[in-house]
């Protein structure tokens, strides 16, 4: 069971370090302002920075908590200020963002729950804490 929760937390990891660095470009940022986000040139490149540090902290299992908390902090506001499929006239346009807001909102919990149960056995997490247990 212990490697089922590796793989969970590699998998989970993977969308946003992979995505992380496309937040960096021209069109990540002018999509975002589009959608109506304030300071997107600062607040696109910044997501990015939140969410990489988030899915690197998980995939590592280092300060486990914290990175899911981190990872939740990004998708909140991405999730409702970029997907607003309500907002959305157009069906198949609505339907797909309505498909995004779905996925993030499910992330959300995914993240709330390693916030909540930390990263497992096969972790640097627990690693340090078997090393504070046998200096005690």
Do not use: C
Request: cysteine-free.
């Amino acid at each position: 069971m212990k490697y089922s929760l590796l793989a969970g937390r590699i998998l989970f990891s993977l969308i946003f370090i992979i995505s992380s660095f496309g937040h960096f470009g021209e069109q990540s940022i002018g999509f975002a302002a589009s959608k109506g986000v304030p300071l997107a040139g600062v607040l696109v490149p910044l997501s990015g920075i939140i969410e990489l540090f988030g899915g690197l902290s998980i995939i590592l299992g280092y300060k486990t908590k914290w990175g899911a908390w981190l990872i939740v902090l990004f998708l909140l506001p991405v999730t409702f200020m970029l997907h607003n499929f309500w907002t959305i006239t157009d069906p198949m346009a609505q339907q797909m963002d309505m498909a995004a807001f779905m996925k993030n909102i499910s992330m959300i919990g995914a993240a709330l729950i390693i916030a909540y149960h930390g990263a497992g056995p096969l972790s640097l997490d627990n690693r340090a804490t078997r090393n504070n247990d046998m200096l005690e």
